[in-house]
Structures are given as structure tokens and as C-alpha cells.
């Protein structure tokens, strides 16, 4: 066991070149929203062509994924990660110097593309080079570079953007981009002769429809985030018209959340390790239930739903860490096509809850979208339940 924890200092610099990665994927999925009035104002457009900006790269995302993950089953992961982040890096450039929206809709889909092609291989690398606690140790510190992103990553970024100008801020998602770039350039595992592929670009979809532990696992991610998103996305809709908070103060609790999240995150391995990682979805699932419904029963109260918020982001740290270490390792030979996969369910349970919730919202407020977000949390416990027992 001692032998298995023991990660060398070239595998630190890998997970380090891959946090830094992950942090400013995530800070540049969040950043556009706030810089819309700036970017708006700057190429003199209407705020609704201005959004599309958003859109744009969550399309491009969200779709690219599944479409570029089995390249990592046949193709050598750690070129396709490279070529990733330098797509990656090329958008986030150009979106600096784009002179015209036309353009800098179009770098922001370069941007997404290389972001789609960029994270599923990050997941499926770590899943390839680690095994057993090392993994899941692993993965929690990856993952909570998503939690940092949100909680200082987009401070920094719209701080930048006001002290200077907004194109700043994607300047200084290139430098970050380009110094990950370099680390992971240099610690990258060296590429080994892959099998020969006999098999078709599309069999391993083929395999993962087949699989019914496989598509259930994705069933489990698309559920949770439905539910999840459902009750993050109008969080700070509500608290800003029910206690008459500002956009800097809402932005607190959210920065809270965001530090809550990634110190659980962070820490996580060892416990999941402890506990299993199918059953520590479905407790912290529950346990999320708990935390909705105390938000639910304290909504006139600012306290009681900062505190069920500071505990949501802990327990969806741990599952949600779980349930991606255990994705890594459902299909060993479509590890790629499969992490592709789940992330697309992670952007189209973002996407939906959106889209309904924002219908909704009107009719049944901010109480009634939380009770759909525990129905949803709910059945991806008893999915995951039943995936455990198969």
C-alpha cells in the first residue's frame, strides 16, 4: 500500500502542468459572462449577439467531445492532449486580437474545440498513468481546479479586464495556457507503440451502447448535473431579488461555494478511497438532497442558505470526484471515447437545466426548481445504486 501512494516528482509536475490546464479551461467557460457589457460596448453590438459568445464555445464543447474522444483510443493521448491545449492556446490569442465579433466568435470556437479535445484526454491520461488511491488522489486535485476556477480565476480575470481592458483577460488566460503548455510538454509520459487499430472510428461507440454499466454511468452524470445545475444556475437570480444583494455580494456566495468545493476536491482521495467510489456517490448524492431541501425550508433566511450552500460544495466535491474516477475505468480500451462522453453530459446537463429551469422559473420560483433538482439528484442515486449492484 505504501508503494502504491507514492507519486514520483515527474508525476507531480504532470498533475501540476494538468491543474493548470483545468484551471484555465474552467475560468474560460466562466470568464464571458461578466466581460458581455465590455465586449458589447467594445465591438458596439446589441447585449443578445453578444451572448452568443457563450453559446458559442458551450456548442463547440459539448458537441466536439463526443465527436474527437475516440481519436484517444486510437491515437496517442499525450499528442492529442497537446494539440488540444495549443488549439486552445491559438483561441484564447486571437479572441485578444480579434478586431471584429464575426471573429472573435469564430476564435472562441477554436477555443472550445480545443477544450473539447483538451479535457477528455486529461481524464483519460490520469486514468491510463494512475492506479488505485494514487487515482483517486489524483483526480480530486485535478477536478478541484474547476472549483478554484470559479472561486478566483474569475475575480482575477474581470479584475484585469477593469484595470486595464477586457482583451487582458484572454491575454492572461494565454500566458497561464502557454506556461501549462510547457510544463506538460516536458513531463508528458513518453508516447508507446498503441496496438494496431483494426477496428472502426465508430466502435467505441458501438462498444459503450453495448455496455449497459457504461451508458448508465453517463445516464448518472447527465441526471446529476441536471439536478445540480437546476438550483446553481438561479441561485444567484434568487438571493439577488430576495435579500436585494448587489452583483459584487451575490458574487461572494459564489466564491464561497467555489472555495468550498475545491478544498473537498482537493482532499477527496483518500476518503472516496476509504468509503468506495459508487458508494460515495450515492451517499453524497443524498447528502446533497438534505442540503437542496434546507434550502428550500430556510429560503427567507441569507444565513441558512449560505450555510446549505458551503455544504453543497462539499459533497458534491467528493461525488463528483468519485463518480469521474470511477467513469475513467468503466471501458479501459474506449477510456477516451468514454471521458468525451461524460463530459458532453456534464455541458448538456448545464445546458438543459438552463433552458428549463429558466422556462420554469417564473412559474414555480426558486423553491419549486429546487424540488426538481432532488427529484433529478434522486434518480442518479438509484442509478448509481443499481450500477453497483450489477
Not at 478541484?144 to 492572461?172: K, M, N, R, Y
Not at 496496438?195 to 467505441?204: A, D, E, Q
Not at 441561485?235 to 435579500?243: K, R, W
Request: net charge positive; proline share 4%.
Amino acid at each position: 500500500m505504501e508503494r502504491e501512494t507514492k507519486i514520483t516528482a515527474k508525476n507531480w509536475l504532470l498533475v501540476t502542468g494538468l491543474f493548470l490546464i483545468v484551471f484555465i479551461v474552467g475560468a474560460d467557460s466562466f470568464i464571458i459572462a461578466p466581460l458581455l457589457p465590455a465586449i458589447e460596448q467594445s465591438f458596439q453590438i446589441p447585449i443578445n449577439q453578444a451572448a452568443l459568445t457563450v453559446s458559442v464555445y458551450a456548442v463547440c464543447y459539448a458537441v466536439g467531445a463526443p465527436i474527437l474522444g475516440p481519436l484517444g483510443d486510437r491515437y496517442p493521448r499525450q499528442r492529442l492532449l497537446l494539440l488540444g491545449v495549443g488549439l486552445f492556446l491559438i483561441g484564447s490569442v486571437l479572441c485578444a486580437v480579434a478586431p471584429t465579433i464575426i471573429l472573435f466568435d469564430s476564435c472562441r470556437a477554436i477555443a472550445g474545440i480545443g477544450a473539447a479535445l483538451t479535457l477528455p484526454n486529461i481524464w483519460a491520461l490520469i486514468g491510463q498513468t494512475f492506479k488505485g488511491q494514487q487515482l483517486n488522489l489524483v483526480m480530486g486535485i485535478t477536478m478541484s481546479a474547476l472549483s478554484l476556477s470559479i472561486a478566483i480565476g474569475v475575480p482575477l480575470g474581470t479584475g484585469l479586464a477593469q484595470l486595464a481592458d477586457w482583451h487582458w483577460a484572454f491575454w492572461g488566460s494565454a500566458i497561464v495556457t502557454m506556461l501549462a503548455l510547457g510544463v506538460l510538454w516536458a513531463v508528458l509520459p513518453p508516447v508507446t507503440p498503441m496496438k494496431s487499430v483494426t477496428t472502426s472510428y465508430l466502435s467505441g461507440y458501438r462498444t459503450l451502447l453495448k455496455t449497459p454499466s457504461a451508458w448508465l454511468t453517463l445516464l448518472i452524470t447527465l441526471v446529476w448535473m441536471l439536478g445540480f445545475y437546476t438550483v446553481y444556475t438561479f441561485l444567484g437570480t434568487y438571493v439577488t431579488a430576495a435579500f436585494h444583494l448587489n452583483t459584487g455580494q451575490s458574487g461572494i456566495l459564489f466564491s464561497l461555494y467555489g472555495l468550498s468545493n475545491f478544498v473537498a476536491s482537493f482532499f477527496s482521495g483518500k476518503l472516496v478511497t476509504r468509503i468506495g467510489l459508487l458508494r460515495s456517490v450515492q451517499l453524497n448524492g443524498l447528502l446533497s438532497v438534505v442540503l437542496i431541501l434546507g434550502m428550500i425550508g430556510g429560503a427567507n433566511n441569507l444565513v441558512i442558505i449560505a450555510g446549505c450552500l458551503i455544504g453543497l460544495a462539499l459533497v458534491q466535491g467528493f461525488g463528483v470526484t468519485a463518480l469521474n474516477a470511477y467513469v475513467v475505468n468503466r471501458l479501459p480500451e474506449q477510456r477516451s471515447t468514454m471521458t468525451a462522453f461524460n463530459s458532453a453530459c456534464l455541458y448538456f446537463g448545464l445546458t438543459f437545466s438552463s433552458m428549463f429551469g429558466g422556462a420554469l422559473y417564473l412559474q414555480i420560483g426558486f423553491q419549486g426548481l429546487c424540488g426538481i433538482a432532488c427529484a433529478a439528484l434522486l434518480i442518479a442515486v438509484g442509478l448509481a445504486r443499481y450500477v453497483a449492484k450489477k
